[in-house]
């Protein structure tokens, strides 16, 4: 059990609920053990506390490799088990803790886009979601954020059931299809909870 993780889960948890009106839908499709992908649309800073608060398994974050740079923030976000990607390429390090991480039967969560919406509508997915997806054997769960952040506006989470995805790994499918069938996933579970 990570303390530091449990602490600021429970934080952020309580500020969601009082000042967001926390709602969190699909917790049913959440695989209780196993390695999950857990794959979100992406519209604020505050979406990586969000998830894992509603999350009921500990995620462990990509977050991009700028803010690591701050010895403070490195030092939380280590300690929450969040690790950093350099955006724009192939990240080698980044790549293999993930793929860890997904062999230990962990949840590892990212934001297909690779940065926020600045118009809250779903932008297209990088291949980085695809490719992880394609090579574990995870469970590849979408999740949605809909709502507002505004204080005392209401804010979803909403989980959806795993996608199917064997078909498209016995069928050696690219990244680049993959992630597209993710991101119809996400954009299904938008449309369906905005």
Known sequence: MNVLYEIGKGLFYFYFKLFNRLEIRGLENFPEDKSVLL?????SNLDPPLVGS???RMVHFMAKEELFKNPI??????GVGAFPIKRGMSD??????????LKSDKVVGLFPE???SKTRKLGKGLTGAGFFALRSNSHILPCAITGSYKPFNKIIVTFGKPIEFSSLREEKASAKEATEKIMEA???LLSENS
């Open 39 to 43: 794959c979100s649309n992406h519209i």
């Open 54 to 56: 509603a999350s009921p």
């Open 92 to 101: 080698k390090q980044a790549i293999r803790k993930a793929m860890t991480l």
């Open 73 to 78: 923030a490195k030092g939380i976000l280590n």
């Open 114 to 116: 690779g940065t926020r």
């Open 186 to 188: 996400i954009d299904q």
